[in-house]
């Protein structure tokens, strides 16, 4: 008890509230919000239609090194289209992680296709490269079929941009990837579906082991979607990250290994446009594609309604927009806040019988939300109880995916990190700390 009690008394002193409510994550409102908001509303352009919605989409490529950045209107809906557009399909399988937040595998059922939950790393809380090629190796087969090229999405891109006028007809389906050419692909050898993408997720900012995992995907000819929503600001590299090292090139950021990455600003991320998404990708056509069927795929036409394809009305809009530009102005300064965090909370840890959880090897992570490792579930829930009750808000990992009851039936593996995991994480109050931010508000 005097344990939790030194852990409250902590956790109070280092966020500099003695007695009120400390959330487990809030953003923080520092720069240009309320000017750029208010150029929004003057200009009248508070929709899909202004000009922060591309400046926000040019920020994201510039900061995270990818060619092209595409809004959406939150992280889900992103890896909708990402999927879609990596070519998954209705009875496809896509290979994920059980140990994830909800949306992962909502995004994946959305495109008909049947989520694979296979097990993580415990030193980075994702998904494990050993236990992807442990899967494959038992449960797939290559099989030579049909399947759409690049020539083709090349194609469909360029008449986008040129004249905008393809028509349901002449589009069969840019998703369909089993048009044109033959190559070898990986079935299931047990449900006889493809094995379409597969979709690791960086766990509360810690990325995983991203070269490890692409050798092994390469090898079965499977594209990765990155599930970066939780990890702006993270990087990762095949050789050891320093300070030095990342602003020479060496670590690349979350989110483009990949076909593509997506990032999410949703209320309670690093920062935040209220709710939006981003995809990530370095190929102009599948770019281009994206905003076309993320904005209703509608042709450009001085007055008729005119649309080419199912589309979605994923747009974000520019208000949102205006809100991720000033945002993004000040990224860098609150990632340094969350590493002072973290460095506090790990120096706190050392002494104590818990485990801080710290950045993989070969990682600079975001540390979005602070996690430590406690013995067993037994004592996880004794500190959610504890703190919880006394206004200082902690939660656990999510539930996994495959104990949930729309996924219950889903193929897994023994799953034996994600269980130990899973009663064990406890996330601890993880907001920037600015001094005297909010007592006027």
């Not at 990708?281 to 281009?288: P, S």
């Amino acid at each position: 008890m005097q344990e939790l009690n030194n852990l409250i008394s902590f956790i109070r002193s280092t966020f500099q509230e003695p007695k009120d409510f400390i959330p487990l994550h809030d953003p923080r409102f520092i720069g240009n919000e309320v000017k750029y908001m208010q150029e929004c509303i003057e200009s009248n352009f508070v929709s899909s239609v202004g000009e922060f919605v591309g400046r926000f989409e040019k920020m994201c490529a510039e900061y995270t090194g990818a060619q092209y950045a595409v809004a959406a209107m939150n992280g889900t809906s992103a890896l909708h289209i990402a999927l879609q557009l990596s070519g998954v399909q209705r009875d496809d399988e896509v290979i994920t992680q059980a140990l994830t937040f909800i949306a992962t595998a909502n995004a994946i059922s959305y495109t008909g296709a049947h989520p694979v939950f296979l097990d993580v790393d415990k030193k980075t809380m994702g998904l494990s490269p050993s236990a992807v090629e442990a899967w494959l190796a038992e449960n797939v087969e290559m099989r030579e079929v049909p399947t759409a090229n690049s020539q083709q999405i090349s194609a469909l891109s360029s008449q986008l941009s040129a004249s905008s006028q393809l028509s349901a007809s002449s589009h069969p389906s840019v998703v369909d990837s089993r048009q044109l050419t033959a190559d070898s692909y990986p079935y299931n050898k047990h449900t006889h579906r493809r094995i379409s993408a597969c979709v690791p997720m960086h766990t509360f900012g810690h990325p995983v082991k991203l070269d490890k995992l692409l050798e092994v995907l390469n090898h079965y000819n499977i594209p990765l979607i990155e599930d970066a929503a939780e990890s702006i600001g993270s990087y990762y590299s095949p050789c050891e990250i320093h300070e030095e090292n990342i602003s020479q090139g060496k670590g690349k950021h979350t989110g483009t290994f990949g076909k593509f990455g997506i990032l999410s600003f949703n209320g309670n991320k690093i920062i935040t446009t209220g709710g939006g998404g981003m995809i990530l990708t370095d190929d102009e056509a599948l770019a281009k594609l994206a905003k076309h069927i993320t904005t209703q795929a509608k042709v450009p036409h001085p007055w008729e309604y005119r649309h080419d394809m199912t589309g979605y009305n994923y747009r974000l809009t520019n208000i949102a927009a205006a809100l991720g530009c000033a945002q993004m102005e000040k990224l860098d300064y609150l990632l340094q806040l969350k590493r002072d965090l973290a460095d506090k909370y790990k120096e706190f840890f050392k002494d104590t019988e818990f485990k801080f959880f710290t950045e993989p090897e070969n990682c600079k992570s975001n540390y979005w939300l602070n996690a430590i490792i406690t013995k067993d579930r037994t004592q996880r829930d004794e500190i959610l109880e504890f703190t919880n009750g006394h206004g200082v808000m902690t939660r656990p990992i999510w539930e996994l995916m495959n104990r949930l009851p729309m996924y219950v039936n889903c193929q897994t593996d023994s799953l034996e990190n994600s269980k130990w995991l899973a009663d064990r994480v406890v996330n601890l109050p993880s907001s920037a700390i600015i001094p005297g931010y909010g007592k006027k508000r």
